[in-house]
């Protein structure tokens, strides 16, 4: 075990430089297990097991600036603050950190407790010319919370996560008004109370904030129709260095352009979200789940296209090729597996008869019912109607992918399980990443073919090795959402060149066969310039005329979005 551990006397913390929490770092024995899995499963030359790292190697500059004595909220320079709040959690970050390269953290760290703090904040910066990074959960993978503080006195990190409450709950309407800070359990917990929920479960849902996903505008657990966090947001509240803008709270308007639309997304780069009012609702009693597997790939693939096409609206329709079937132990038989659940809270009948209809069409494309179709009836069990599925989101997992046995456990616990396994892999000089997209279903074959082939042969030519999987995340009637998982060997010390090779293969490839280069993981810093690729020019000389309206200073996180 590492010798990374909390003091006496401390709250649980997370890692200084991996996913989660730090008493969850592998142990060697897990380790070993996994090199002799990842060597043998996916072939790769033999691993090297290295030292997991600990906070005494990392040494730190001095930072540049201190935080005035005046300041209303805590603020810190301390090295473990500052280390903490250096990166997100994307596979480059987990490489810097685990060999203890922090050359880029903060120089102070900032805890508000109220909104007066988040403003007394900005205009200590403003003035003192100090770049202010908001910082909610450290889950981004594009690169969302760094800051090389150049052309600055130094940076500011504002960690939201003081500010965590749920001080209102519109029953009537069905809407609470959530502070940005809160995290996913947070939120649940607030809102148990009232018996609703805001059903939100992005795989970060345990360390990652109401705030950070309004600004990266998060994908979450429903494969359609709710599948961002746009889908649930009435208003939004965010302090800017010009001001404060506050959006009207409303089930719908066409007056003009969505004000929500503007700070959807906006990463930090004019304001700090600090609260938002979002549609809640009560925990469906009644599911309806199948497990659907395919001998060919785009049997599946068109199977999934006429399920969404015929409106049934499935909560999950997952879709694992048989790469990603083996690698989350789904089904070694070569399968790509299909996972369908269905919700309601009124009764069952409408979604066993939509379920039913799903498995009909799949079996019509070929495929074969392996697990269900079953049903769940939880109205009778108090306090499972209170809480929800508020223990299995705690961790990240999904919330309608079933019980512990069968294909769709296998792939709740795998998908609960990933983001652990990253460290592990970081440890063995093992790349592994992820990278996400959507496009049409008629330009998917081709996409899908050249993501195969430029992307393996990228890591073929820079690792001697590669392994590449897909999943559909969620699917829309006119185009999926797929993921993508590559593993490859690694050399240690060269991780990040290959990984930059790698990633940019990907990358022009989704711009090449007209795709977007995030469905769902944020722009950041990362994805800026394919971004820049993406949308007109004109509409980012409006982005831009709209930060010097907001940020005249240009002090909210530089570099991130544009």
């Keep these: 075990m590492s010798t990374e551990t909390t ?25 070993r297990e996994l090199k002799s899995r990842i060597e043998g499963m996916l072939g790769f030359p033999e691993r090297p097991l290295l030292d997991l790292p600990t ?16 300041l209303s909220c805590a603020a810190t ?4 603050d500052r280390v903490t709040h250096t990166y997100g959690s994307a596979y480059r970050d987990l490489v810097r950190g685990f060999h203890g390269q922090f050359d880029d953290a903060p120089d102070v760290v900032a805890y508000p407790e109220r909104e007066s703090d988040v403003q007394a904040v900005l205009d200590w910066a403003a003035e003192a010319n100090v770049a202010v990074v908001p910082y909610g959960g450290g889950t981004s993978v594009v690169g969302g919370v760094e800051c090389d503080g150049s052309g600055y006195a130094g940076v500011c990190s504002l960690d939201m996560r003081r500010m965590n409450d749920v001080p209102e709950v519109d029953e009537h309407s069905r809407a609470a008004r959530i502070e940005g800070g809160a995290t996913g359990p947070e939120i649940q917990d607030q809102l148990a109370d009232h ?18 996903w309004v600004a990266t505008r998060a994908g979450g657990h429903f494969a359609t129709r709710y599948t961002h966090i746009d889908d649930f947001v009435e208003s939004v509240r965010a302090v800017t260095p010009a001001g404060t803008l506050e959006t009207r709270r409303l089930p719908a308007s066409g007056a003009g352009p969505d004000p929500n639309r503007f700070l959807l997304g906006s990463e930090g780069a004019f304001g700090v979200i600090t609260e938002g009012w979002a549609r809640v609702q009560p925990r469906p009693p009644y599911r309806a789940k199948a497990t659907v597997r395919f001998d060919d790939y785009w049997d599946a693939v068109a199977a999934c296209r006429e399920v969404v096409q015929a409106r ?9 090729d048989s790469n990603e079937a083996m690698l989350n132990e789904v089904a070694f038989d070569g399968s790509s597996v299909l996972l369908l659940g269905f ?26 019912v392996s697990e269900g179709p079953t049903t769940e009836d939880r109205t009778t069990d108090a306090d499972e109607s209170r809480t929800g599925d508020a223990d299995k989101a705690a961790d990240g997992s999904e919330a309608n992918d079933g019980d512990e046995d069968g294909d769709s456990g296998e792939w709740r616990d795998s998908f609960v399980e990933a983001p652990y396994m990253f460290n592990s892999l970081v440890s063995m000089g093992v790349l592994v990443d992820t990278f996400e997209t959507a496009v049409t279903w008629d330009q998917f074959p081709a996409l899908h073919d050249a993501i195969q082939e430029t992307v393996t042969d990228a890591m073929e030519e820079e690792c001697g090795a590669g392994f590449l999987s897909c999943r559909f995340t969620h699917a829309y009637e006119d185009g999926p959402a797929p993921y993508y998982t590559l593993l490859a060997p690694a050399d240690v010390g060269r991780e990040l060149e290959q990984w930059r090779a790698i990633k940019e293969a990907a990358s022009d490839t989704l711009m090449d066969y007209g795709a977007t280069i995030t469905h769902h993981h944020a722009v950041g810093r990362v994805h800026r310039d394919h971004y820049h690729e993406e949308v007109p020019e004109h509409y980012l000389d409006a982005l831009r005329s709209m930060k010097r309206t907001l940020d005249p200073e240009g002090i909210m996180n530089p570099g991130a979005l544009l």
Excluded: M
Excluded at 55 to 70: F, G, I, K, M, S
């Design 7 to 31: 003091g006496e006397g401390d709250d649980r913390r997370q890692s200084f430089w991996a996913w989660g929490w730090a008493d969850r770092l592998p142990t060697d024995e897990e380790r």
């Design 55 to 70: 906070l005494d190697d990392v040494t730190l500059a001095p930072p540049r600036v201190e935080p005035p004595a005046d």
């Design 77 to 80: 320079t301390d090295k473990r």
């Design 195 to 212: 018996g609703l929920q805001l059903r939100h479960y992005p795989q970060s849902y345990e360390f990652s904030t109401f705030g950070g």
């Design 312 to 320: 049934l609206t499935p909560a999950n329709c997952r879709l694992l």
């Design 343 to 368: 919700e309601s809270t009124d009764s069952l009948s409408p979604i066993e008869a939509d379920l039913d209809r799903a498995v009909e069409i799949a079996e019509g494309h070929g495929g074969r």
